[in-house]
């Protein structure tokens, strides 16, 4: 039986009133662009229904949003009042309550065990990889299964969190043993995480700014790649590469063209991604890979090494 590939998703703030739904243009480009890149490779020793995304990549996507929503509606609501619909349609209210949206989930969600926000986010992702490490386990496949976690704004932050976590910190494996998981990619989209360099960081310079942050989490050392998504007209996303300890665990700053004509060239540029085909195709170019490389032995012990650095050599033209 061929390995199928475990993807889970994570969104950012402003995402999660859509249920899950809203992964899924993602969802299509990438089983597309993963479609695309395996015909490309030619494979002649794969079972061709095996190959189809539907079978080859699961995916599983987490909503984290209602920990959150919920209590900042109700700050509303106690300091404001019952929202009447002239109320709601005012600019002052609409612009307050997507402030409260932006502020409130970062304000929230504070690194810490006891903080109970940050247990019940973590709750909603631990559920949605307890579903992807119990299909693994059922179709008898490795013991451990291969992992991409792609995270969107403060998604990317979150699962960074929850990996972290659960493969013992800096210094452990990728593996999450609790779930039988390899954590092979980890994918960011529009992330803040260079933000994080400015903690505990009093008048510091730019030395300090790139040896600010801890190692980040490991993926597999071998087929495993960091892969950071952002479009320079992004004002949340930013770059990695520049600080140490990123670079050195590998991490591929990426620039793509999120979003279209309307918001491409500007701060809606941040929500664009999720139908972005550059984003699509660089993530469904790695799958195809990693799927072709467990389930040809042909493909793996002839092909794999020039394919991939093919594959990375795109990465970098942008």
Not at 119 to 147: F, I, N, T, W
Not at 292 to 310: C, G, I, M, Q
Request: hydrophobic share 40%; net charge positive; charged share 20%.
């Amino acid at each position: 039986m061929a390995q199928t590939l475990n993807v889970l998703i994570v969104h950012g703030i402003g995402w999660g009133g859509r249920g899950t739904l809203y992964s899924r243009p993602l969802i299509q480009n990438v089983s597309a662009e993963f479609e695309r890149a395996l015909k490309r490779l030619k494979l002649r020793d794969i079972d061709a229904s095996a190959a189809r995304p539907k079978n080859a990549l699961r995916f599983e996507t987490v909503c984290w949003d209602p920990v959150t929503q919920q209590p900042q509606d109700a700050m509303l609501s106690v300091l404001f009042g019952r929202p009447w619909l002239r109320k709601r349609l005012s600019l002052t209210y609409q612009f307050r309550r997507n402030m409260v949206g932006l502020l409130g989930d970062v304000t929230a969600y504070e690194r810490d065990p006891h903080n109970a926000v940050y247990r019940a986010v973590h709750e909603e992702v631990d559920k949605c990889v307890a579903r992807l490490g119990q299909a693994s386990r059922a179709q008898a496949e490795v013991a451990y299964s291969p992992l991409t976690v792609i995270g969107h704004s403060l998604g990317s932050v979150i699962v960074s969190d929850y990996v972290w976590d659960h493969t013992g910190g800096e210094g452990q494996s990728h593996l999450l043993r609790g779930h039988d998981l390899a954590l092979v990619n980890m994918v960011l989209m529009g992330s803040p995480m260079a933000l994080y360099s400015l903690r505990n960081n009093a008048y510091g310079g730019q030395e300090s700014i790139r040896d600010s942050l801890g190692s980040p989490v490991q993926v597999d050392p071998q087929y495993g790649m960091w892969l950071n998504l952002y479009d320079e007209q992004d004002p949340i996303g930013f770059p990695l590469e520049a600080i140490d300890s990123y670079r050195a665990a590998g991490v591929i700053d990426c620039a793509v063209n999120a979003g279209n004509w309307l918001t491409g060239w500007n701060l809606l540029s941040h929500v664009g991604y999720w139908r972005c085909h550059q984003t699509a195709r660089a993530i469904g170019g790695k799958l195809a890979l990693d799927w072709a490389r467990l389930n040809s032995p042909r493909f793996a012990e002839r092909d794999y090494d020039k394919a991939f650095k093919a594959y990375h050599k795109d990465l970098r033209k942008g």
